[in-house]
């Protein structure tokens, strides 16, 4: 029974919680941003370089049923989207941590009251010390 219990207090901690919740959200993110590149930015890509479409670009090596294709197409696919998805994470992280240090500021310290000093209380006390 040990090990059960050990196991509901670990999922059902808060960081479990958040950790699934982020994975949940970081999959739809990366079919959004998939897309982005499949639909939006590789058609542009292609039109700039004279309408290829990279996902088709592939090198064979061999004669045959034998024959190795090298698919890199598919891998300068890969490639682009990894660099988005990296780049736009990156923002967001940006983003969240400059939120998360204007809710850190300290606030403005109290002006310390007007006054005498605590050096001018004790000379002010040595010198009422010494006159009796």
Same mark, same amino acid.
């Given at each position: 029974? %040990? =090990?059960?219990?050990?196991?509901?207090?670990?999922?059902?901690?808060?960081?479990?919680?958040?950790? @699934?919740? %982020?994975?949940? $959200? *970081?999959? @739809?993110?990366?079919? $959004?941003?998939?897309?982005?590149?499949?639909?939006?930015?590789?058609?542009?890509?292609?039109?700039?370089? *004279?309408?290829?479409?990279?996902?088709?670009?592939?090198?064979?090596? %061999?004669? *045959?049923?034998?024959?190795?294709? =090298?698919?890199? %197409?598919?891998?300068? !696919?890969?490639?682009?989207?990894?660099?988005?998805? @990296?780049?736009? $994470?990156?923002?967001? =992280?940006? *983003?969240?941590?400059?939120?998360?240090?204007?809710?850190?500021? +300290?606030?403005?310290? +109290?002006?310390? +009251?007007?006054? +005498?000093? !605590?050096?001018?209380?004790?000379?002010? $006390?040595?010198?009422?010390?010494?006159?009796?």
């Amino acid at each position: 029974m %040990g =090990l059960i219990k050990e196991f509901k207090e670990f999922a059902v901690k808060g960081n479990v919680m958040d950790m @699934a919740v %982020g994975v949940i $959200i *970081g999959g @739809a993110f990366g079919k $959004i941003v998939s897309s982005l590149v499949d639909d939006v930015l590789m058609p542009l890509v292609g039109m700039i370089t *004279g309408n290829i479409d990279f996902t088709t670009l592939a090198y064979k090596i %061999g004669e *045959g049923e034998e024959a190795a294709v =090298l698919k890199y %197409g598919n891998f300068i !696919q890969n490639t682009v989207d990894f660099i988005i998805v @990296a780049f736009c $994470i990156f923002m967001m =992280l940006k *983003g969240i941590n400059k939120l998360n240090r204007k809710k850190e500021e +300290p606030a403005p310290e +109290p002006e310390a +009251p007007k006054g +005498p000093t !605590q050096e001018e209380l004790l000379a002010e $006390i040595r010198d009422l010390l010494k006159n009796k």
